[in-house]
């Protein structure tokens, strides 16, 4: 099982980043896909998720508006594009898959939204 992400890197404020997350090694289709998002001295917090067929799309207050989640289950990958980006957003970004008993985690990636 792996997820992998990519995309992350050092944005200005104002400015756009698309992560992208790879999945192998599980039924893709199956699953609930997660971005979550961990800032230095902070607890992980939950930004998006994604239903496995329906595509039903919620996000957390703070990147509402902002950040759109989307997957495409023909190549196993999930995506967030992050939009108007504030320093507040910097933090490492990691996808979560979860269905039933299973929940696998990715290494993450960093994004700096930074001037």
């Known amino acids: 099982v792996q997820l992998v992400e990519s995309g992350g890197g050092l944005v200005q404020p104002g400015g756009s980043l698309r992560l992208s997350c790879a999945a192998s090694?599980?039924?893709?289709?199956?699953?609930?896909m997660n971005w979550y998002r961990q800032a230095p001295g902070k607890g992980r917090e939950w930004v998006a998720g994604i239903t496995s067929t329906r595509l039903t799309t919620t996000y957390a207050d703070s990147v509402k508006g902002r950040f759109t989640i989307s997957r495409d289950n023909a190549k196993n990958t999930v995506y967030l594009q992050m939009n108007s980006l504030k320093p507040e957003d910097t933090a490492v970004y990691v996808c979560?898959?979860?269905?039933?008993?299973?929940?696998?985690w990715g290494q993450g990636t960093q994004v700096t939204v930074s001037s």
């Open positions: 979560n898959a979860i269905w039933r008993l299973q929940s696998h």
């Open positions: 090694g599980f039924t893709f289709s199956n699953f609930v």
